[in-house]
């Protein structure tokens, strides 16, 4: 029984000596570096789904109830497949064009949709675009959406800082405090 006893120390030593061998601190170490790599690749990766976006993400100007001829650009990273996009417009913004378009991807990257809107009320509203790209058998998708505004922009109201606060706006409460040491 004391044989045993006494035995327990020296393997507790001994596996504390082992975690701080150089050898398990090398592969800990290279392990920790393969995790930062990994880290570091996946940070620079773009997000889930089709690689397009919009060249121009500033809002069109259209005047009420004035139909305007407006051309959304796509940049695609996809060289080789098929591009589908479906168009919608928000409900005040009347859609004259078609709505569907398809584009036979090329390495120049660069696709024009062009579209023909009348806005019945002045505001901002959406184009809504559902893009799919089908390269091979996979298939893609994304959606995006460009911003219409109609008539002018709202200005936004600052607040106005007064210069003196009065007694009569400061508003004293009941308080009571506990220090706890």
Known sequence: MISSVMKMPSLVILF???ACS???NHSAAISVEKKAAHVSVNAHQPKPGASVRLESTKPFSLQEAIPADIKLVLLAAETEGVMDVEIGASDELILSSQETMQFQLSPNGRYEVPLKLTARLAGRYYINL???IRAGSQQMS???SAIVQVGDEPQL???QASDAVSSD?????PAQETIIP
């Open 16 to 18: 504390v000596l082992m």
């Open 22 to 24: 150089p050898q398990n």
């Open 130 to 132: 559902h893009v799919s």
């Open 142 to 144: 994304r959606v995006l």
């Open 157 to 159: 109201q600052k607040a």
């Open 169 to 173: 706006d400061v508003i004293s409460l």
